[in-house]
Nanobody, 115 residues
């Protein structure tokens, strides 16, 4: 089992920044990949960014150049730095961990970007 706790969401104006955090109960060396997914109202949950155990990262086209995923291995925390936010970034953001073929999700944190 991997427990994930997200934090850092909130209300921000367009052009602003937020940093999301996801604290994992399991050390990263035992997790294949961590990721952030966003779910806007009435839409499916979509990939935003991932970071593999080896450190490689991947981003949705819509956030490339604006969002950065990173991790602190000592603290077992994954971050999502969100810059130049747009109203269309408004969503509930979920953290996901992949470990031994299983997916684990956090409870989500709301990000609202006003125009």
């Amino acid at each position: 089992q991997v427990q994930l706790v997200e934090s850092g969401g909130g209300l921000v104006q367009a052009g602003g920044s937020l940093r999301l955090s996801c604290a994992a109960s399991t050390p990263f060396f035992s997790i294949n990949a961590m990721g952030w997914y966003g779910q806007a109202p009435g839409k499916q949950r979509e990939l935003v960014a991932t970071i593999a155990r080896g450190g490689s990262t991947d981003y949705a086209d819509s956030v490339k150049g604006r969002f950065t995923i990173s991790r602190d291995n000592a603290k077992n925390i994954v971050y999502l730095q969100m810059n130049s936010l747009k109203p269309e970034d408004t969503a509930v953001y979920y953290c996901k961990a992949e470990r031994y073929g299983q997916n684990y999700w956090g409870q989500g944190t709301q990000v609202t970007v006003s125009s």
